[in-house]
Antibody, heavy 124, light 110 residues
Framework: EVQVLESGGGLVQPGGSLRLSCAAS????????MSWVRQAPGKGLEWVSV????????YYAVSVKGRFTISRDNSKNTLYLQMNSLRAEDTAVYYC?????????????????WGQGTLVTVSS | QSALTQPASVSGSPGQSITISCTGT?????????VSWYQQLPGKAPKLMIY???KRPSGVSNRFSGSKSGNTASLTISGLQAEDEADYYC??????????FGGGTKLTVL
């Protein structure tokens, strides 16, 4: 079964850092681009970032560019999101998702499956 | 990149059909047939319902269908059922290698 499972969320102070992880199983991890999407409490979905299967291409939303870094370790089947200079508005559930096999490019709106999410709270 | 525009809420009675619109621009919905729709049940992760404007993944009911005209994509649910009550989000590829979501629509089955 294809699965992705996020971890690493928690409470962090404004200006602090946090690294999220996403463990993947059930598919050849290096064959697929992977994305992070977040959802603030009671709000809608917001695309955050995507990384190609090789890790050679990365793209970011304007709201996080320069503060967040997406990376992957294909030997460990794990995706990461390093979040620095965190702000209150970064508070959200962060989902990891795999690009569908239907995607023809790294940046793709067809994501399946999604993990259950990990909550990041930025507050003093 | 601005979010795509969806109605905040729609409602319908069991057995009826409803349509949720998703309006973007020529930089996203209007220029690419790369629009997906997701269903999110309370407290759950989003589930892919439609991709590439009109295509249904295996396992998704044929009561769900998608279409697009100009800068506006639409999701139609026919034969509405109580289990369809959820939040629905559209999502599109956008110029300059980004992805943009709609603000979400809460579907209420009366």
């Amino acid at each position: 079964e294809v699965q992705v499972l996020e971890s690493g969320g928690g409470l962090v102070q404004p200006g602090g850092s946090l690294r999220l992880s996403c463990a993947a199983s059930g598919f050849t991890f290096s064959d697929y681009a992977m994305s992070w999407v977040r959802q603030a409490p009671g709000k809608g979905l917001e695309w955050v970032s995507v990384i190609s299967g090789s890790g050679g291409s990365t793209y970011y939303a304007v709201s996080v560019k320069g503060r967040f870094t997406i990376s992957r370790d294909n030997s460990k089947n794990t995706l990461y999101l390093q979040m620095n200079s965190l702000r209150a508005e970064d508070t959200a559930v962060y989902y990891c998702a795999k690009n569908s096999r239907y995607c023809s490019s790294t940046t793709c709106p067809t994501l399946v499956p999604w993990g259950q999410g990990t909550l990041v709270t930025v507050s003093s | 990149q601005s979010a795509l525009t969806q109605p905040a809420s729609v409602s319908g009675s069991p057995g009826q059909s409803i349509t949720i619109s998703c309006t973007g621009t020529s930089s996203d919905v209007g220029s690419y047939n790369l629009v997906s729709w997701y269903q999110q049940l309370p407290g759950k992760a989003p589930k892919l319902m439609i991709y590439e404007v009109t295509k249904r993944p295996s396992g998704v009911s044929n009561r769900f269908s998608g279409s697009k005209s100009g800068n506006t994509a639409s999701l139609t649910i026919s034969g509405l059922q109580a289990e369809d009550e959820a939040d629905y989000y559209c999502c599109s590829y956008a110029r300059s290698n980004s992805v943009v979501f709609g603000g979400g629509t809460k579907l209420t089955v009366l």
